[in-house]
């Protein structure tokens, strides 16, 4: 029971405040459950859609943070679509995984922010997505090593993955984006 | 009619076929694509999940290298798309906030099905088609990210969408009703949770058979590899279903080949449309004439 008590003296307030800069008025759900009802990853999750929305209204940034909810999302949209109060739930999402690695917290779901740091990986050294590259970054940060070996291989020789990264030439503009542009007004 | 063409990198790798197939109908259709100069990737979603500020700058590069041309940018990728939308309404609302003096370019972005969809084009593909796909059922695939958010994507019908369907008529084939139309594939979490993957793709593929396709149709890249690449759990082979880029048919109907080269790339067998293409013994716009042929035999 104590467990699941929620204190307004545990209320994460800049936490609220920036998704007020997101406008993500969370603040407005009315705990309908289409979000969590239409989302097709949900008998995965350890916190339901509707759970992430509540917890986010009072500010139980810990809690979020930690579950496998946020990893888990595939942001398909389907619950900010379905939302009747227009609530930008994916979006919260979204600035639930940036937080969670911007604070190096341990996710529950290693796996997926490997993933994502393999692609972006690829993109900011080429300025585009670079499969074969990033396949086998992600493989090796992952350890993930045979999984997928013969799905891969039938890719690899089906000519669907191409052997040299087509580079562009405004690198130095992705750089600048990679080094954080815009982050220096603390945002 | 000049489009500026963002390709984005699938269409360079895994989905190459799929630009193949867009450059071909557009050039029968009379479509002139320019590619935008030195375009960057997207971010798609692995950038928007973990990093705002890297989601919104890649994807407005983009749209800041497409001003000068100022023709509508045509998108074939449902998820680049989607981040050129998120894009372009931020930087429409405050571009200084973005280091941009000024944005408000007349162009639309547009993703391909709904381009095809509209009535003088469909009427000219109509038109143009020298076989008729008629004995292909087929199941119109949407996923996620054409349609969805709305506020975002400015989608009409993002619950029962019918661009596709449209299309698919118009070549002579028959789309049927389904119920998994917009479900997702789970396609940005195929590589890290392919057990999901295989559940979400399993259960799109055991509906669209359940409604009578011999095949699926889609317009994202993203799903057409992983609708094909997670459907047979456990190696059970021959029970799968192709997932065609809808410009895959469309220059299929068009030209009444499917090449050799074109069915090697799918990781499920495509036969089901060359056999179609075969039967399609009586081009569709010349049926009286052969009738007339019958006659004097």
Redesign the interface.
């Known amino acids: 029971m104590d467990k699941n008590c929620i204190s307004p003296d545990e209320r994460s307030e800049k936490f609220l405040r920036k998704l007020k800069t997101?406008n993500i008025d969370v603040q407005a759900c009315y705990q309908c459950g289409r979000c969590s009802s239409g989302c097709?990853?949900g008998d995965?999750f350890d916190l339901n859609v509707m759970e992430v929305v509540r917890l986010a209204a009072y500010g139980q940034e810990e809690r979020l943070l930690q579950s496998h909810t946020i990893w888990?999302c595939?942001?398909?949209?389907?619950c900010?679509?379905r939302c009747p109060n227009?609530i930008?739930i994916?979006e919260l999402?979204?600035?639930l995984?940036?937080l969670a690695?911007r604070k190096g917290i341990l996710p529950a779901?290693p796996?997926?922010?490997?993933?994502?740091?393999a692609?972006?990986g690829s993109?900011g050294r080429w300025?585009?997505?670079y499969?074969i590259g990033m396949?086998a970054n992600?493989k090796v940060k992952?350890g993930d090593l045979m999984?997928?070996m013969k799905?891969g291989m039938?890719?690899f020789l089906?000519?669907?993955?191409?052997l040299v990264p087509?580079s562009?030439?405004?690198k130095s503009?992705?750089r600048e984006?990679?080094s954080?542009?815009?982050?220096e007004y603390d945002? | 009619m000049k489009y500026s063409y963002y390709p984005g990198?699938?269409l360079?790798?895994?989905a190459?076929d799929y630009d193949q197939s867009i450059r071909k109908i557009c050039r029968i259709l009379d479509v002139e694509l320019i590619e935008i100069p030195?375009?960057?990737?997207c971010?798609?979603?692995?950038?928007?999940?973990?990093?705002?500020?890297?989601?919104m700058?890649?994807p407005m590069?983009n749209l800041l290298l497409a001003a000068d041309a100022n023709h509508d940018i045509l998108v074939p990728c449902a998820a680049c798309f989607q981040r050129l939308k998120a894009a372009d309404k931020t930087l429409r609302e405050n571009p200084a906030y973005?280091?941009v003096k000024e944005y408000a370019p007349a162009y639309k972005i547009i993703h391909i099905s709904t381009f095809l969809a509209q009535p003088e084009i469909l009427a000219s593909i109509k038109e143009k088609v020298s076989h008729n796909l008629q004995e292909l059922g087929i199941a119109c695939y949407y996923g996620?990210?054409s349609?969805?958010?709305?506020?975002?994507t400015n989608a009409i019908n993002?619950e029962m969408p019918d661009t596709m369907e449209q299309i698919v008529a118009a070549i002579g084939a028959k789309p049927v009703s389904w119920s998994h139309r917009t479900?997702?594939c789970?396609?940005?979490?195929t590589?890290?949770?392919?057990d999901?993957a295989r559940k979400?793709v399993g259960d799109i593929v055991t509906a669209a058979k359940k409604a009578g396709a011999g095949a699926m149709v889609t317009d994202c890249p993203m799903c057409q590899?992983n609708v094909e690449?997670r459907q047979a759990p456990d190696g059970a082979r021959g029970a799968e279903l192709p997932v065609f880029f809808i410009t895959e048919l469309i220059a299929a109907a068009l030209s009444g080949t499917y090449s050799a080269k074109q069915q090697?790339?799918?990781?499920v067998s495509p036969v089901v449309l060359s056999r179609v293409i075969d039967n399609a013994a009586i081009p569709a716009n010349s049926a009286s004439a052969a009738i007339g042929k019958e006659d004097s035999v």
């Open positions: 997101r097709p990853i995965y888990l595939a942001a398909c949209e389907t900010a679509t227009e930008e994916a999402m979204d600035v995984r940036e690695l779901e796996r997926v922010p490997l993933f994502h740091k692609f972006l993109v300025g585009k997505a499969e396949i992600y992952s999984g997928d799905l039938s890719m089906k000519g669907k993955l191409k087509h562009i030439e405004g503009e992705i984006i990679f954080g542009k815009g982050k945002r | 990198c699938s360079e790798g895994t190459l030195d375009w960057n990737c971010g798609a979603s692995s950038a928007h999940m973990t990093d705002h500020e890297i989601g700058r890649l590069r973005w280091d996620c990210l349609l969805r958010n709305p506020r975002v993002w479900e997702c789970s396609g940005s979490l590589m890290a949770r392919p999901i979400l590899a690449s090697k790339v799918h990781l």
